[in-house]
């Protein structure tokens, strides 16, 4: 509820649907809201007043709180500005805004108005459109591309057969048609299987996208996670998965989670150098915002950093610019869904590290989140 001892908002704007600040520029605090604004961040206007803008700030997303304070002094100049703004809610989850920041107030007391507005359904969606559009446009057409080509490769070598040539050239001609068409062969059964496991990561996407909160159960984090690890023991028996524990920790979770920490611990399996691969699985709180961490290390050569580059891109992808899978999208989009969030890190001398952020929840044993913080 607006203050009514230092209000600086009209009490009407409490009946608005949409999210209304009043920030001073100087330290880019919030002066005054309204109740919109509190049932979006999670913050009561008490609690606001003199926060700093980067505790409710996503603090992976590009989009950073001195980024959003040059923005606040950019609108008191006279130049309105309008953007896409990732905030961290209370409880830890993560929410897409839309911001309209105007003028208000006069040069000797310049303050900005803020309309803060919860656009996550409306970007997600647009964000999974353009997701199938790349699958669509960029591997299932490299994919039946291949596949085509191999075919054709087939094709030449038994057209060869009908030659007229000698018994002994026959026969060594015999053996390299025979050593193209396996070849050739085993090529487009890999591309076809590679074929599924991108229909196979469209679902998994999609559920993700049709699942609501109803869906999810409250579960010990590291529960959550030794169950997708076993899943995954008889697919990969020469693999070792080792799970930590640093702090118990409760999350919201549902088959998104088991999505996205499957690829994440299938990625490091699969391309390691060696044949009994190693991966280190660790959670507990993030030392930064009190949010449950899963971190999974791997010692293998380093994703490629145009792969992280197109999680973030809207562009149409090149030939010379794209992700080769969708492995990475189904990551970040399923762990997106439950409102949390990926990155990553390299590892020196050699490694990488994936961390999947998620809210913390109350213990069922009677502690809450932020006093595991």
Same mark, same amino acid.
């Given at each position: 509820?607006?203050?009514?001892?230092?209000?600086?908002?009209?009490?009407?704007?409490?009946?608005?649907?949409?999210?209304?600040?009043?920030?001073?520029?100087?330290?880019?605090?919030?002066?005054?809201?309204?109740?919109?604004?509190?049932?979006?961040?999670?913050?009561?206007?008490?609690?606001?007043?003199?926060?700093?803008?980067?505790?409710?700030?996503?603090?992976?997303?590009?989009?950073?709180?001195?980024?959003?304070?040059?923005?606040?002094?950019?609108?008191?100049?006279?130049?309105?500005?309008?953007?896409?703004?990732? $905030?961290?809610?209370?409880?830890?989850?993560?929410?897409?805004?839309?911001?309209?920041?105007?003028?208000?107030?006069?040069?000797?007391?310049?303050?900005?108005?803020?309309?803060?507005?919860?656009?996550?359904?409306?970007?997600?969606?647009?964000?999974?459109?353009?997701?199938?559009?790349?699958?669509?446009?960029?591997?299932?057409?490299?994919?039946?591309?291949?596949?085509?080509?191999?075919?054709?490769?087939?094709?030449?070598?038994?057209?060869?057969?009908?030659?007229?040539?000698?018994?002994?050239?026959?026969?060594?001609?015999?053996?390299?048609?025979?050593?193209?068409?396996?070849?050739?062969?085993?090529?487009?059964?890999?591309?076809? =299987?590679?074929?599924?496991?991108?229909?196979?990561?469209?679902?998994?996407?999609?559920?993700?996208?049709?699942?609501?909160?109803?869906?999810?159960?409250?579960?010990?984090?590291?529960?959550?996670?030794?169950?997708?690890?076993?899943?995954?023991?008889?697919?990969?028996?020469?693999?070792?998965?080792?799970?930590?524990?640093?702090?118990? =920790?409760?999350?919201?979770?549902?088959?998104?989670?088991?999505?996205?920490?499957?690829?994440?611990?299938?990625?490091?399996?699969?391309?390691?150098?060696?044949?009994?691969?190693?991966?280190?699985?660790?959670? !507990?709180?993030?030392?930064?915002?009190?949010?449950?961490?899963?971190?999974?290390?791997?010692?293998?050569?380093?994703?490629?950093?145009?792969?992280?580059?197109?999680?973030?891109?809207?562009?149409?992808?090149?030939?010379?610019?794209?992700?080769?899978? $969708? !492995?990475?999208?189904? =990551?970040?989009?399923?762990?997106?869904?439950? !409102? !949390?969030?990926?990155?990553?890190?390299?590892?020196?001398?050699?490694?990488?590290?994936?961390?999947?952020?998620?809210?913390?929840?109350?213990?069922?044993?009677?502690?809450?989140?932020?006093? =595991?913080?």
């Amino acid at each position: 509820m607006v203050s009514q001892t230092a209000a600086t908002l009209p009490a009407a704007f409490d009946r608005l649907r949409v999210g209304i600040a009043l920030y001073n520029v100087d330290d880019a605090t919030i002066r005054d809201a309204n109740d919109r604004l509190e049932a979006l961040l999670g913050y009561t206007v008490c609690d606001l007043r003199g926060m700093p803008v980067e505790r409710y700030t996503a603090n992976t997303y590009g989009f950073s709180a001195e980024d959003f304070a040059e923005r606040l002094r950019t609108a008191v100049e006279g130049e309105p500005q309008r953007f896409t703004w990732r $905030v961290k809610r209370a409880d830890g989850e993560l929410v897409w805004t839309s911001v309209s920041l105007t003028q208000r107030g006069s040069d000797g007391d310049a303050r900005a108005l803020a309309e803060i507005r919860d656009i996550t359904d409306y970007y997600t969606a647009s964000r999974r459109e353009t997701l199938f559009w790349r699958v669509l446009r960029h591997n299932l057409r490299n994919e039946t591309n291949k596949i085509v080509g191999y075919a054709e490769q087939i094709r030449l070598a038994a057209a060869t057969d009908g030659c007229r040539i000698a018994d002994e050239d026959r026969r060594i001609a015999d053996e390299e048609t025979r050593r193209h068409v396996r070849d050739a062969a085993a090529s487009v059964r890999s591309t076809a =299987m590679d074929l599924g496991t991108v229909a196979t990561s469209v679902k998994e996407i999609q559920q993700a996208a049709v699942q609501s909160k109803t869906d999810r159960s409250h579960r010990a984090a590291t529960e959550a996670v030794r169950d997708v690890v076993a899943a995954l023991d008889s697919t990969y028996p020469n693999a070792t998965v080792r799970v930590e524990e640093r702090r118990s =920790m409760w999350v919201h979770v549902d088959a998104a989670f088991d999505h996205a920490l499957r690829h994440a611990i299938e990625n490091a399996i699969r391309h390691g150098d060696g044949s009994d691969p190693v991966v280190e699985v660790t959670v !507990g709180p993030s030392p930064n915002t009190g949010r449950v961490e899963i971190r999974v290390a791997d010692r293998n050569p380093l994703i490629p950093q145009t792969e992280i580059d197109a999680l973030d891109e809207f562009a149409d992808l090149t030939s010379t610019r794209h992700g080769t899978g $969708v !492995g990475l999208f189904v =990551m970040k989009w399923c762990i997106e869904s439950i !409102g !949390g969030e990926l990155a990553f890190e390299r590892r020196e001398p050699r490694g990488n590290l994936v961390r999947l952020y998620l809210p913390a929840r109350d213990s069922p044993h009677g502690v809450t989140g932020d006093e =595991m913080r």
